[in-house]
Every structure is written in structure tokens, then in C-alpha cells.
């Protein structure tokens, strides 16, 4: 979205091909300007007859508008009127917002033949350039099997360019995963929609837990702001996010990054546990630490009795990155300029350091800082420099695309970490942490869920989003552990 819109069409134009239609778009665009006139009289006609085929679903200021279009209101092209009125609606909705990138969510539900859908790109092929120029994605939900095996691409050019963009979604579950998902974009859904695909009940209980649980975190922490349907949390995600997605304490380090440091802060003997950062824990266990951040639910974590568990989850902090804290970029460049900078590596790291984005050092000063006081206690925990890069070089360094070669810099990558380490082994992380005092001292009255209360460990129990991963087992055990 950092380009400028020229900018963006030159890319899709090279990226689509839809240069061969260079002839057709120009009169396209003259059609448009007569269909726009036609638009503005017929609407007021007595002839038209109103058709909730479209409706733009995304707020004013997003990024990207979001068209819901259901493929069983669009009319037959054998009933002519109803069919103009459908084309109009289309124009009339998309045309004081074509300038903006968008998404189309065809709802294919119930369709037994893929007629309407080739219909509605038909029409479709009949508008000018704009309206291809600025379409990110076209989904298509309730796909049937002769949509998804392609019967519906044909060998023309308009049919060439949505298949490029064309994803598809079994359910509205599915489609809830997408980061402009709203929660309030279930109210433009028909009855029938609901009715075929009953998983917007998982979406809407999913809703009403996560705005339960913020309000009573805002209860407890003073803040009377209502929640909103536009913060709508899809799945408690807590990992896997880019570095600038995430919420940052008020020095810029990740709260959830905060909040595993100082559970060993808090507990500074867990800092002797043999084998920490290297053996593993439950993934169970990871899951729900992981829901409990989500929360920030600081109580419950510090009661966590496994250090292995808190110590594994920030591991996979920066495991899961979209892209690794030594960005894509800089691996290329050790890969690239390997022989050089084996030759000289302190410089080289040196160089590492003056050359990563601002946040991915400052994130990796704090967490060299940290990982260097869990070395001081190597006695105890066996966690010497080179054991500890060793842990963290595929955590740190990764490819974008994985190939056998990656496996020859395993090395090097090591090396680059453990003198990073020794240069930092006296970097102060501890003025980087956020003092939460409020929710440090286990005080029930602030901290909402504490595990004292097992219908509460229930609660964050249940925002881990694979209910297989804890079973009826495994939550009995984790009630008798924090009882």
C-alpha cells in the first residue's frame, strides 16, 4: 500500500497482462460514462426494481474496501429489467470508491452451476480499466466442485485475469481469518447465507468471549473505553505477527516480549532451570501461555510453574515472525558475502547491527540483554554463549523460500549470534521493561481470570483456537497444577 496509485496500476497492468484489452477498455470507458447517465435516470424510474446483490461491507478510512456480492440475487439476463437494475446497483456502489484498492466476496452459496458466476463477469468484462487496476483479491465462498475445477474459466482475457486473483473459501470460518475481517460484516449476510453455512455461530460465540474478556480487563484496569467491532480478535493470534503489528510498551519493546522477560524478572531462580531455552515443554502448555498473552493476563503467567513453557514460547515469538528479526534481507547478505564475513566477523556483526530496521534492533538488543543474564547463571542451567546461539540462530536467521543450502550457513549464522551475545553481555534490557505493579502482585480484585478461579482457568482455556491441542485431560491437569 506504500505505493502511490499510478504506481500500483503500472505494477498490476505488468502483473495482470491486460494489455491485450487495451482496444476493448477504451470503449469500455465510453460505454461507462453512458452507463453512469443511464445509472442517475433509471434509478429514478418506476421501472427499477432495487436488487441487494452488492453491498460494501468495510468502514470509510480502511485500507481496502471489501464488496459482499451474493451470486443468488443477481437476476437471470432473460429478465432484462431486473438484470439492468443489478448492473446499475454494481456501478452505483463501486464507482465513488474505485480509486481505492478493494476485495469482491462472491457468495456462490447454494449454486448447483457456475451460470451466475460466469454472468457476473461478463458484466463485469464491460467496465473500464479502473475496475481491474485496483481489485487485490476476488473470493468466492460456497464454491461447488465444477466453480473450483475451473469450469468457470473460459479462454477470454477477463476470465484469464480473475482466475489469477481467485481464492477460494468453504466457509464464512474461513473467511473470518482474513486481517480485514470485521465481526460487524456478519450483519450484511442474508438469511439464507446464515442458513447454508451455520459456522457464523462459532464466529459470533468467538465474539462475545473476546468482548467479555476485554471488558473485564478494562474494569480492572480503569479503562472505560467500549469495545469495538472493528478490534475484533479472530483467534486470539499472539504469534506470527509482523515486529510493527505488535503492541509495544511505551520504550517499543513487544508487551508480550515485557511480559515473558519479567516472568523471570519476578522469579529469578527459574534463571537456573538445567536446560532452559533448550529443552522443550508441552505444547499444550505453550498454548495456553499463549491465550493468557493474548489477555495480557500477567498474573496467570507468572503463575506458570514450567520455565521451560514461558522460555519456549519466547522461542517461538521469534520463530513465528512473518519475517525474522535479522530480516530476509540481511540473511541474503551474510549468504552473499559469507567468505568475507568469516574473515572478519566482529566487524561484520557490527555492520549486522548498523544495518537491521531501527525496531528489529532495538527487539534485538533487549532480547541479547536478557538471554545474557540466563547465561550468568550457566553454572546452574548449563546455558553457556555458544549453547545459547545455538538455540537462537534458526530463531534470529531464516530464508524466505527454505532450500538444503540453507543447511551449509547453519554455521555461520552460530558464530554471528554468539559474538553478538558477547558484544551485548552488558547491554541494559531491565530499562526497557514496562513496571506493571498493578498486575504483578496477583491481586485478585485487579486481575481478572487469575487460576485461584477454575471457572476462570476455563475461560483462557478456551481461547486456544485448536480445541484438539488441550484436551479433557490435559485441562484437568493444568486445574490440579494451578489449584
Partial sequence: MDQSIND??????????????????QQNQKN???????????????????????????????????????????????????Y???????????????????????????????????????????LPEKYFFHMKKFIVLHANFIVKGGGIFGMNEIKSFFKKITTFADTLLIL???EWFKYKMLAALPESVKAYDQSYRDIENQRKKTVFRKQQTQQAVGDDEIDSDDNFNKDSKILGLNLDEYERNKYGIPIILDMLVQYFEKQPEKLKTEGIFRKQAAVYEEKVVEAALACQKVGFVNKVENAHTIACVFKQFFLKLKEPIMTYQLYEWVVQNKPQIEQNL?????????YMPELNREILL???????????EQEHNLMTTYNMAVVFGPNFFRSEIVKMADLGHVTLFVQIVQIMLELKKDYDYKKMLEVRSD???????LVPFLPDDLANLDDILDMVSDKNVVNETERKELKSRYK
Fill in 176 to 178: 473470518s481469518k482474513e
Fill in 366 to 376: 533487549f532480547s541479547l540483554g536478557f538471554l545474557n543474564s540466563v547465561i550468568q
Fill in 439 to 445: 498486575n504483578l502482585n496477583f491481586d485478585a480484585s
Fill in 8 to 25: 500500483a496500476e503500472a505494477f498490476l497492468k505488468q502483473k495482470i497482462k491486460i494489455n491485450p484489452l487495451k482496444d476493448q477498455m
Fill in 84 to 126: 439492468e437494475s443489478f448492473k446499475i446497483d454494481i456501478i452505483e456502489t463501486m464507482h465513488p470508491k474505485i480509486d481505492r484498492f478493494f476485495i469482491i466476496v462472491f457468495f456462490n452459496t447454494n449454486m448447483m452451476t457456475a451460470s451466475t458466476l460466469n454472468d457476473f463477469k461478463d458484466f463485469y468484462g464491460t
Fill in 32 to 82: 461507462y460514462e453512458i452507463q453512469l447517465q443511464v445509472a442517475h435516470y433509471f434509478k429514478k424510474s418506476e421501472s427499477y426494481t432495487k436488487k441487494p446483490a452488492i453491498k460494501l461491507v468495510s468502514n470509510e478510512n480502511d485500507e481496502v474496501q471489501v464488496y459482499f456480492i451474493y451470486g443468488e440475487h443477481i437476476p437471470d439476463q432473460s429478465k432484462k429489467q431486473d
Fill in 346 to 354: 566482529e566487524v561484520s556483526v557490527q555492520m549486522l547491527f548498523d
